[in-house]
């Protein structure tokens, strides 16, 4: 779905990232690779094959859309338990397909926590704000003086309500006037609910589609 986002076009993606066409930039937020490695290395039960489904993802994303760019913004991986040798193997594959691809992170508190990727990755690394065109590149959704906002953090999440007590959580962006949230691209992430209100506007993603709410 094609938005305004500070006087620039911005095409809102069903697999919950954010391409910028004038940047041929791909943006997409708290990927959190290596979480559940983490959380089996605490022995916790939790899936296998989430770093596969979520760099298939990004390959199909990359295919589809012309990109100078790819731009995590934040929570590339999730914990220092995440630079298991399986999770860094799958990564170096993806990158040895990419191998021009400009690849840059901002750093966000799950970095801070797991250290940044091998320098092999070839992903630069950066603190935020970093700025690009009319946006402020930021993990956490602070508001910047001068730029608009495109960040991650927060997972949003908005719920649609049915009959009775019927219930349903969609990952959404959220737009205000100075900031975008992004939802979690990740494929094993929670989520916070926001809710629609004078001055924000929220599209679920579901169905293979993104609706304004």
Known sequence: MAVRIAGSEAWLLAD???YWPAGEALLVADIHFGKAAAYRALGQPVPRGTTTSNLQRLDALLAQYRCRQLIF?????HARQSHAPATLAALHAWRERHTGLDVLLIRGNHDRSAGDPPPTLDIRVVAEPCLL???ALQHE???HP?????????????VLRGRG????????FSLEERSTLLP????????MQVSAQPGRRLYAV?????WPI
């Not at 007590?165 to 959404?172: A, E, H, S």
């Open 16 to 18: 919950k990232a954010l």
């Open 184 to 191: 979690a691209f990740g494929a094993f992430t929670g989520g």
């Open 206 to 210: 579901g169905d293979g589609g993104v």
């Open 146 to 158: 001068s730029h608009h906002v495109l960040a991650g953090h927060v997972h949003p999440v908005c």
């Open 73 to 77: 913004l934040g929570d590339f991986l």
């Open 165 to 172: 007590r019927q219930r349903l959580g969609l990952p959404c």
């Open 141 to 143: 959704p602070t508001p």
């Open 133 to 135: 065109g009319p946006f």
